[in-house]
């Protein structure tokens, strides 16, 4: 089925957005980025043209292969454009269950009606999406890891809406990209891995506003006696104080359980967009 796809829509052209957008046009397919925000849609076409020859300069891409690459990307901020002829479309926006909901009752109307409608999120399930277009079977979940040009994994969730075909189609893509795909047979929030990521995570957090250490020095902690390559509030920058303090919100306006309220330092952050890399500055400086 994989081999149907030939054009790819990512919705989104943020951090991890451009990434895959990229990613997939490195594996051969024709790739439309878009965004509304047009200096973030700048941003990631800019991206495109520094990230393609420093791989040439390294040795790791041909320069055939990157002006092929790079020919097979295009950035526009028309939805309608992006998607109008697209078989697969990623979509990768912050984590907004009314956002996503209203991105894909668009595409629905956009998109041809072979094409399948993927969402990167890392915790909202594809059924809570579905009932918005008349392709139920051919929206799931396709969860990449940041940075997405370097992470291998991607995660593909089978909601109780999706056929037997979707998820094979994606699992085929994902190969063709050089991905490794684990396939969920059940939805369950958060998937598998930010679930157990999440689990240390918030330990950490718990930790920290208890002034029991500091980022630093549990970190140093999980780097140096669990062997994990980084420590929480590292991964933290990494992926965006943001998007924690997003999907906090958003699972506790849904729960209204209050263990899901964002951590403190998580809301301080927030407040101060101290996001991160992203943003120079997160529980560590980035601009020194």
């Known amino acids: 089925m994989a081999v149907d796809i030939k054009s790819i829509c990512v919705v989104g052209a943020g951090n ?17 980025c878009t965004d509304i925000n047009e200096e973030i849609l700048q941003k990631a076409e800019n991206f ?18 990157a002006k092929a690459a790079r020919g097979r990307i295009s950035f526009t901020s028309d939805l309608t454009e992006a ?23 668009d595409l629905d109307k956009i998109c041809p009606s072979h094409a399948i409608l993927a969402t990167n999120s890392s915790y909202i399930v594809s ?35 999706v056929s037997d075909e979707t998820v094979e189609t994606v699992v085929g893509v994902c190969k063709k990209m050089g991905k490794i795909p684990v396939v969920l047979q059940k939805e369950i929030y958060g998937f598998l ?8 995570k918030n330990e950490a957090l718990y930790i920290y506003d208890m002034g029991v250490a500091t980022p630093e020095d549990i970190d140093t902690a999980v780097v140096h006696a669990l062997g ?7 991964l933290l920058d990494l992926t965006g104080i943001d998007l924690t ?31 991160g890399r992203k943003t120079g500055k997160g529980f560590y400086d980035y601009c020194k």
């Open 245 to 275: 303090y997003y999907i906090s919100t958003e699972r506790y306006q849904e729960t209204g359980d209050p263990k899901y309220k964002p951590s403190p330092i998580i809301v301080e952050k927030f407040i101060k967009k101290e996001w």
């Open 127 to 161: 059924s809570k999406i579905a009932d918005v277009t008349k392709r139920p079977e051919k929206v799931c979940n396709m969860h990449f890891f940041n940075p997405a040009l370097v992470m291998k994994l991607v995660e593909v969730v089978k909601g109780p809406h």
């Open 16 to 32: 991890m957005g451009h990434q895959i957008a990229l990613s997939a046009a490195l594996a051969g397919y024709k790739v439309t």
């Open 48 to 65: 495109a043209d520094t990230y393609l020859p420093e791989r040439v300069a390294k040795g790791k891409l041909s320069e055939e292969d």
């Open 83 to 105: 998607a109008k002829n697209a078989d697969l479309v990623i979509e990768a926006v912050i984590e907004k269950l009314d956002l996503k909901r209203k991105i894909f009752a």
């Open 193 to 200: 891995v930010n679930r157990i990521v999440s689990a240390i």
């Open 228 to 234: 994990h390559p980084m420590g929480p509030f590292r």
